[in-house]
C-alpha cells in the first residue's frame, strides 16, 4: 500500500526544519532587529551557537550546503579573520547575556581547518561567551580531512559530538557524487574520536542517490552499524539542481523514483531497528541511552536547522555567511555571499540581510508542524492552551488534513496523530499547515 502511496505522491515539499521556512524570509527584517533581539537577551537565556564554515577542498555533487571548493588556504584565512569579528560584534551587542549550552560547527567542512586555526576559533567562542558547564561541542567531520593533529585539535576544543558524513560505501555509488572514501577512512576516523573521550558518534547516511540499489543501501547499513554508532541519520537526497548547480553533475536517470525511495528507507530503517535502535521522528535513529532518545521518549525533542535535536534553548545565534539565528521574536539570516559577509563584518558590523518576524499565527503553525516531524502528533488541548484564537483556528484545520485515504491525521483522544502506514510522508502533512507554501516560487525536493 505505502508503495503505490509513494508512487501518486508528486509534492515536493519543505523538509521543516524551520516554519516559516526560509524562502519565505524578506528584507523587512534586517539588522536593526537582529540587533534589538540581541540586546533583549537576558541574563538567564540559555542558547546555542552554530559556527559556518563555507569550505571544502573537494565539492561532493550531491550536496545543498552552502559552499564551496578551495584548493588553497587564503581564502579560509581571510574567512576566519572576518568571523572573529562577527563573534566580537555579535558577543559585544548581547553585553555577556545568555549562557551557551551547545555549540555545532557545520558547514562546508570544519575539518579542513588547520589545526591551530580550530583552537583559536574554539577558544574564541569560550572567551566571547559565557558557556554552562557541560556544553555539548559537535562537528561535522569530513574523513578525508582528517589527521592525528586535527583529532587532537577537536579535542582540544572540547568536542563531545563527531557527526560523520558516510552517505554510501558503494564504490560506484560514491564514483557518481564526487565522495569516494573508505569504510577504513571512517572507522578511522570513528575509533580516533573514540580513543580521545568523545562520548557520541553520529553517521550520516543517504538513500536515494544516483545508482543506489536495496542491496547497496542494505550494505553500507550493515557496514555502518559494525561501527556501533551512538546515532543514525537516515536522510533521502535532496535532487536540487535548480538551486545547486553542481547537482547538475548527477543524471537524474540514475536516480530511484519515489517508490524504490521508499522501499530503500524502509529496508535501512529495519536493519537498523533491528540491531537495537530506537526511531527518532521520520530520520533519525539513536541507542536507547542516547540524549535524542531520552528526548523522543520525555515529548521533548525538538527540530532546528540541524535536524532532530535534544537542544531546548529558545535562541541559536548563526555564526558566518548564510547562518541563521532564531530569537523568541523570529529568525533572521546573514548574507550568503562570503565575500560580501566579509565587507559587512569586519568594520565591526552585522550581516544579517533577511529574516522573518513571528505572528502568533506563526508560532502556533510552527508548532504544529514542529510536533508532528517530531512526535507525528499533538495536543488539541495543548494547541488551545498554548496559542488560543490562533490555535482554535488550527483545530478546523487539523480535522480536515488528509492527501488520500492512507495519508491522512486522525483523532485518537484529544490528539491528532499520523497513522502508522503514513508516516514516511510525515512531510506532506505538515506542508498541509504551511500557510506560505503555495504563496511563493520556492521549489523544494521530493516529500518521500
Same mark, same amino acid.
Given at each position: ?6 508512487? !501518486?505522491?508528486? %509534492?515536493? +515539499?519543505? =523538509? #521543516?526544519?524551520?516554519?516559516?521556512? $526560509?524562502?519565505?524570509?524578506? &528584507?523587512?527584517?534586517? *539588522? ?38 578551495? !584548493?588553497?588556504? %587564503?581564502? +579560509?584565512? =581571510? #574567512?576566519?579573520?572576518?568571523?572573529? $569579528?562577527?563573534?566580537?560584534? &555579535?558577543?559585544?551587542? *548581547? ?43 559537535? +562537528? ?96 533521502g537526497y535532496a535532487h536540487v539542481p ?73 535562541t541559536l545565534i548563526g555564526l558566518g ?34 529574516g522573518i518576524a513571528f505572528s502568533n ?88
Amino acid at each position: 500500500m505505502q508503495s503505490k502511496v509513494a508512487a !501518486r505522491i508528486v %509534492e515536493n +515539499v519543505p =523538509r #521543516y526544519t524551520s516554519y516559516p521556512t $526560509a524562502p519565505h524570509f524578506h &528584507v523587512g527584517v534586517d *539588522a536593526a532587529d537582529y540587533r534589538g533581539w540581541l540586546e533583549a537577551l537576558s541574563e538567564d537565556d540559555e542558547i546555542s551557537l552554530y559556527v559556518h564554515i563555507p569550505f571544502c577542498d573537494r565539492l561532493c555533487w550531491f550536496c545543498a550546503c552552502h559552499t564551496k571548493q578551495t !584548493r588553497h588556504y %587564503e581564502p +579560509v584565512t =581571510r #574567512y576566519l579573520g572576518s568571523l572573529h $569579528a562577527e563573534i566580537a560584534t &555579535v558577543s559585544g551587542l *548581547a553585553g555577556g547575556k545568555g549562557r551557551v549550552r551547545a555549540v555545532h560547527l557545520g558547514g562546508g567542512s570544519p575539518t579542513m581547518l588547520r589545526p591551530d586555526d580550530m583552537v583559536a576559533l574554539g577558544t574564541a567562542l569560550r572567551h566571547s561567551f559565557s558557556f554552562l558547564p557541560g556544553t555539548r561541542i559537535s +562537528v561535522e567531520i569530513e574523513p578525508n580531512d582528517m589527521d592525528e593533529a586535527r583529532l587532537d585539535a577537536l579535542a582540544e576544543i572540547g568536542m563531545t559530538r563527531a557527526s560523520l558524513g558516510v552517505q554510501d560505501l558503494d564504490q560506484k555509488v560514491q564514483r557518481a557524487i564526487n565522495r569516494e572514501q573508505t569504510f577504513l577512512q571512517t572507522k578511522t576516523v570513528v575509533d580516533g574520536v573514540r580513543s580521545r573521550g568523545v562520548e557520541s558518534v553520529n553517521l550520516d547516511l543517504l538513500y536515494g542517490l544516483p545508482h543506489q540499489t536495496r542491496e547497496i543501501v542494505l550494505s553500507t547499513v550493515r557496514q555502518a552499524l559494525t561501527l556501533e554508532p551512538d546515532r543514525i541519520a537516515l536522510f533521502g537526497y535532496a535532487h536540487v539542481p535548480w538551486f545547486k548547480k553542481h547537482q547538475t553533475m548527477i543524471d537524474q536517470a540514475w536516480l530511484p523514483g519515489p517508490e524504490e525511495r521508499l522501499a530503500q528507507s524502509q529496508l535501512a530503517a529495519r536493519a537498523i531497528l533491528d540491531q537495537g535502535y530506537e526511531p527518532i521522528g521520520l530520520d533519525h535513529f539513536a541507542k536507547p541511552d542516547d540524549a535524542l532518545a531520552l528526548a523522543a521518549r520525555a515529548g521533548t525533542l525538538r527540530r532546528n536547522f540541524q535536524g532532530y535535536t535534544e537542544d531546548r534553548c529558545e535562541t541559536l545565534i548563526g555564526l558566518g555567511p548564510s547562518s541563521i539565528s532564531q530569537f523568541r521574536q523570529g529568525y533572521v539570516q546573514n548574507m550568503p555571499s562570503t565575500a560580501e559577509y566579509g565587507r559587512m563584518v569586519d568594520d565591526g558590523g552585522l550581516a544579517s540581510v533577511r529574516g522573518i518576524a513571528f505572528s502568533n499565527d506563526d508560532r502556533a503553525r510552527g508548532w504544529v508542524i514542529e510536533r508532528l516531524m517530531c512526535d507525528f502528533g499533538f495536543s488539541a488541548v495543548d494547541l488551545v492552551e498554548r496559542f488560543g484564537k490562533a490555535g482554535q483556528k488550527l483545530l478546523l484545520r487539523s480535522s480536515t488534513v488528509a492527501l488520500d485515504k492512507s495519508v491522512r491525521l486522525e483523532l485518537d483522544g484529544d490528539r491528532f496523530v499520523v497513522p502508522l502506514e503514513s508516516r514516511p510522508f510525515v512531510r506532506c502533512v505538515a506542508a498541509k499547515f504551511d500557510k506560505y507554501l503555495k504563496t511563493g516560487k520556492a521549489r523544494h525536493s521530493v516529500g518521500v
